[in-house]
């Protein structure tokens, strides 16, 4: 069993940034691909951006830009940079490493 741990989250005001944190409880974390989803009321949850072993990242469409993803394979970290929020940012975000999931961290953007 893996623990997944988020953090960061909170309100913000649109154009703001937020950073999140999230903890994995894995023991041997470097050679497993990591991601961010997120998921707004009433909507399916969606990946947001995903992280290999070897740093190689991709994001979706309305976060490329603006996202950046990034892993600490010593502190079996990851991170999601957010930059210039936007009202539509506004979910509930997880953290996954297969096929395990965190409890989710609240960022909501305001106008």
């Known amino acids: 069993q893996v623990q997944l741990v988020e953090s960061g989250g909170g309100l913000v005001q649109a154009g703001g940034s937020l950073t999140l944190t999230c903890v994995a409880s894995?023991?041997?974390?470097?050679?497993?691909?990591m991601a961010w989803y997120r998921q707004a009321p009433g909507k399916q949850r969606e990946l947001v951006a995903s992280?290999?072993?070897?740093?190689?990242?991709i994001y979706s469409k309305p976060v490329a830009g603006r996202f950046t993803i990034s892993r600490d394979n010593a502190k079996n970290t990851i991170y999601l940079q957010m930059n210039n929020l936007k009202v539509e940012d506004t979910a509930v975000y997880y953290c996954?490493?297969?096929?395990?999931w965190g409890q989710g961290t609240q960022v909501t953007v305001s106008s």
């Open positions: 996954h490493l297969n096929p395990f």
């Open positions: 894995k023991r041997t974390f470097s050679g497993d691909p």
């Open positions: 992280i290999t072993d070897d740093f190689s990242a």
